[in-house]
């Protein structure tokens, strides 16, 4: 189904709205085991066979590591004001805590400097998923040791960059991290844990206490928070058993990563949601941790999500149902992006003044891209994703939610995870085997929003 921008003027966002793009270490760097780094559990996870599309890795990826220089100037034509990225765990700290990697602390320095020097502010993500194998091999998340190893790397990262860094971001979607990586085994580390994942949960809430703590022992000048993946949950039909599936995703999914935060309650109940699991890893103080304050909400969205009943089988409790009669993405992804809209008012309307402001730190669309004979790249599709769901943005802030920023997902095509480079999500079209950038439509169609060109009139579509 066709998806098309809005014939309407583009709204005016605040004057200091942060307008970026978003990346992670493991989707762009390369450099898998140059200069000290130690290797990370997606590094084990690739070479893995069958692991991955096509058998591809992130050995090489965008081959960021040694390109930065060139990527952020074209960062810096794209016109942005800030860009989130992730460290990499192992290339600062390669056992994953104690002697660090030089080498790779002068890395992150460089990139830093390298933002502000263009102008950029930059946010840095402490984990995206790629976890130092020498925990993983520890017993990883499920080990209350990989939190504490967690609050180290973050002082570490707090004392060296502390003083350049807008935002901090303490964990990248532990829900994904939880299900694709510990549960089902789609992700790295690949273990199949299904319900049996309370530890892991637990110990992502707490490693993000305990890093934000670190974060401010360490006397960082920006703000810390945490980027969490939220959907609102529909409910097929309003019968009893639809709404309570709907209520247990919705638990599950947003509220569960969410209340101990923000609230210091935990909406699930451990024993009867996650059978199996070992309940004795909840230590007296540790509410307490999870609770700190934070200064801002990451929130990355893609779709919202659709549940009805389950058969009484089905230790779940729902079973997803596809949203049909909606545009899709390259992913299969169903594209309703009034649903942003509803989070976000939602989430004011739920959590009311423990709620801090918020960031979109994701949101884009990955299509088929091709570069056409003349050169471009006419990724009309993307334009209308990222232009409908800002002014959902805008939609969301009309009612008075307190939106500070939007980073864009994301600046070049990437290792998209299991996918490979088979899913492309970049405003800059990549080819692998050459490393050659393009800049899609959807850059010059960006650079007009972000620039503030693009207020009060349509922003020209064509490059
Ligand atoms: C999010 C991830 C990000 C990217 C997008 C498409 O879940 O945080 O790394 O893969 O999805």
């Not at 059978?275 to 941790?289: H, L």
Request: glycine share 10%; net charge negative; with cysteine.
């Amino acid at each position: 189904m066709e998806l098309t921008p809005s014939a309407d003027p583009f709204p005016a966002f605040p004057a200091d709205f942060a307008w970026g793009t978003a990346t992670a270490a493991y989707q762009i760097e390369g450099a898998w085991d140059e200069d000290g780094k130690g290797p990370s559990t997606w590094d084990t996870f690739v070479h893995q066979p069958g692991r991955v599309t096509r058998g591809q890795t992130g050995d090489v990826a965008c081959d960021f590591y040694h390109r930065w220089e060139s990527d952020l100037d074209l960062m810096a034509q794209l016109g942005v004001n800030a860009h989130r990225f992730s460290v990499a765990w192992s290339r600062v700290l390669p056992a994953g805590r104690g002697v660090p990697n030089e080498a790779g602390l002068a890395f992150y320095d460089r990139l830093v400097d390298g933002l502000l020097a263009r102008g950029i502010a930059p946010y840095v993500t402490l984990h995206h998923w790629d976890l130092p194998q020498a925990l993983e091999d520890e017993g990883g998340w499920t080990s209350r040791a990989t939190a504490e190893a967690f609050a180290e790397y973050a002082a570490l990262m707090g004392d060296r960059l502390g003083d350049r860094v807008t935002g901090w971001i303490t964990l990248n979607e532990p829900f994904v991290l939880t299900s694709f990586g510990h549960s089902f085994g789609v992700h790295a580390p690949g273990r199949t844990m299904l319900l049996g994942v309370w530890a892991v949960v637990h110990h992502l809430l707490l490693a993000h206490g305990l890093g934000t703590r670190a974060l401010r022992d360490a006397g960082v000048t920006g703000g810390v928070g945490i980027t969490q993946n939220l959907s609102p949950v529909w409910a097929l039909t309003d019968s009893p058993e639809d709404t309570a599936a709907a209520a247990k995703l919705d638990a599950l999914y947003n509220r569960q990563w969410l209340d101990p935060i923000l609230l210091g309650t935990q909406p699930v109940d451990p024993e009867a949601t996650y059978p199996g699991s070992d309940f004795s890893v909840v230590r007296d103080g540790d509410a307490a941790i999870i609770a700190t304050p934070i200064d801002f909400l990451g929130v990355n969205f893609y779709n919202p999500q659709q549940v009805k009943g389950a058969a009484s089988d089905n230790p779940m409790g729902f079973e997803l149902v596809p949203i049909d009669g909606v545009p899709r993405t390259g992913f299969d992804w169903p594209v309703v992006p009034s649903a942003l809209t509803d989070l976000l008012v939602g989430l004011r309307d739920h959590y009311g003044a423990a709620l801090p402001p918020m960031f979109i730190t994701e949101n884009g669309t990955s299509i088929p891209d091709v570069i056409d004979a003349d050169g471009r790249v006419r990724d009309g599709f993307r334009i209308a994703y990222l232009d409908r769901h800002l002014r959902a943005i805008a939609d969301a802030m009309a009612a008075g939610v307190d939106m500070r920023g939007y980073f864009c997902w994301t600046f070049t095509d990437n290792f998209e995870w299991a996918e490979g480079f088979d899913q492309r999500f970049g405003l800059v079209y990549v080819d692998p085997d050459t490393q050659a950038r393009t800049p899609k439509d959807s850059f010059a169609w960006y650079r007009q929003v972000v620039t503030g060109e693009a207020a009060g009139r349509v922003p020209e579509v064509i490059p």
